[in-house]
Each structure stands twice: as structure tokens, then as C-alpha cells.
């Protein structure tokens, strides 16, 4: 990619599958300010999706990220990818996302075992935005901007989402990129759900959610299933 030239044929076929699978696909490859991204077409809609090609050393923090969060839905392995490969995608992601799945089941449910069981609650959401969750994903590589954090926020009417860079996870920050970014561009929530993360549960969080009359609620420590999404 740095020299704009397909690699020779013959070289490639000595090497990993993984190079052979992206020399096959060199084609569809993008480099967008030094950073490279795979095209594919949705043939259903016909709608176009530039996902980022995602290093090695990534892998496991975005599976992580896009499945077990409290926003993420905890969705099952052809919905995970579904979901993820608009947005990344890597060779054998499939295989990886359905590995760690299935890990990530059998732990949760060793730890079920060992607690007593709450009851299930109905999340009824009426109207966008009336309930949204938010999570902060990272730290990730630093970009220019020297932003290493993604702010994301999901409404759970219909999972649409927002996602802001952020320098650090501070209470301070979040809470002004949610209330400035999020909240003067759409509007304020009814509900805000989250986990139980530091920069959600410091005073001056909380002080926010109660001036503007928003309702907190938290997934259960070691029970991420519990978010109703």
C-alpha cells in the first residue's frame, strides 16, 4: 500500500492466508490518511459500506466493545457480524466474533450459577430517544486529534447511534460532550442507561442527569445480560 503497487503474485503465495485473502482483495482496498479501509457493496440495497481494516492488536477490543458492553445488545454471533462488518472487518472475523461468543456464554453462565437470579425486567420504550444508552469505548490507538476514547451513544427504540472521539474518559468530559454534542443537536433523554463505570457514577454526572430531570439506571455488576436491549 505504501508504494501503490500490487505486490507480486508469487510472493504473496508465500506468505500468511491472511496476506493472500487481502491480495485477492487489493482491489477493494482504500487508504484514506494513512489509514486503509475495504470496501463491499450490500447487493440487497445496494448500498455501499467503507469499513475500516482493523490491525491485529485491535481485534479482541472491538469484539469486546460491539458485544459485551451494556450498549451493545449482547446480540448472538450472525447479528454481531452483521452489525460489525459495516463498520470493521478483518480476515476470518466471523470465526473470531464466534469464538469469543461462545467463551463469553459459557463464562456468563458459570457465574449465573453461583448467584441468585433477578427477575426479568420488560423495557418498553414508546418514542426515539426516550431511553438511550451510553458507554465509552477504549483507550484505543491515539489519533492526530490525540483522541483515544469513543463516547456512544445508542437510542433503544430503534438502535440508532452517535459516536464522539474524547481525549480521556473523565467524568467532566463525557458529561459535556453528551450534554453539548448529543443533547443541543437532538434532544434530552427521558432515560439514560449505562454501566457502571467511574465517569458515570461521579457526582458531577449525576448532578447533570438530575438538573435536566433524567432518569439513571445501571446494568448489574456481572450481569451484563440485564441491559433489556
Request: charged content about 25%; overall charge positive.
Amino acid at each position: 500500500m505504501d508504494a501503490e503497487e500490487t505486490p507480486d503474485r508469487d510472493k504473496c503465495a508465500s506468505f500468511n492466508p491472511a496476506v493472500r485473502h487481502y491480495w485477492l482483495n487489493g482491489s477493494n482496498l482504500v487508504r484514506i490518511g494513512g489509514v486503509i479501509y475495504q470496501k463491499w457493496r450490500e447487493f440487497k440495497n445496494e448500498q455501499d459500506h467503507l469499513p475500516l481494516l482493523v490491525p491485529a492488536v485491535l481485534k479482541k477490543e472491538i469484539i469486546f466493545s460491539c458485544h459485551d458492553t451494556a450498549y451493545s445488545g449482547h446480540f448472538g454471533i450472525k447479528k454481531s457480524v452483521r452489525k460489525m462488518k459495516n463498520y470493521f472487518t478483518w480476515y476470518q472475523m466471523t470465526k473470531d466474533v464466534r469464538i469469543h461468543i461462545e467463551n463469553y456464554v459459557i463464562c456468563t453462565r458459570s457465574k449465573d450459577r453461583r448467584k441468585s437470579k433477578a427477575g426479568l425486567v420488560d423495557y418498553r420504550v414508546g418514542y426515539p430517544l426516550d431511553r438511550v444508552s451510553i458507554d465509552v469505548i477504549g483507550p484505543l490507538s491515539k489519533t492526530q486529534r490525540r483522541n483515544k476514547y469513543l463516547l456512544v451513544i445508542e437510542d433503544n427504540f430503534n438502535r440508532w447511534m452517535q459516536v464522539y472521539p474524547l481525549s480521556h474518559q473523565k467524568a467532566e468530559i463525557v458529561a459535556h460532550t453528551l450534554v453539548m454534542e448529543f443533547m443541543t443537536r437532538f434532544r434530552i433523554p427521558l432515560e439514560l442507561y449505562s454501566d457502571q463505570g467511574s465517569h458515570f457514577q461521579s457526582e458531577m454526572f449525576n448532578s447533570v442527569c438530575s438538573i435536566l430531570k433524567i432518569t439513571r439506571t445501571r446494568t448489574a455488576p456481572n450481569h451484563p445480560a440485564s441491559n433489556g436491549l
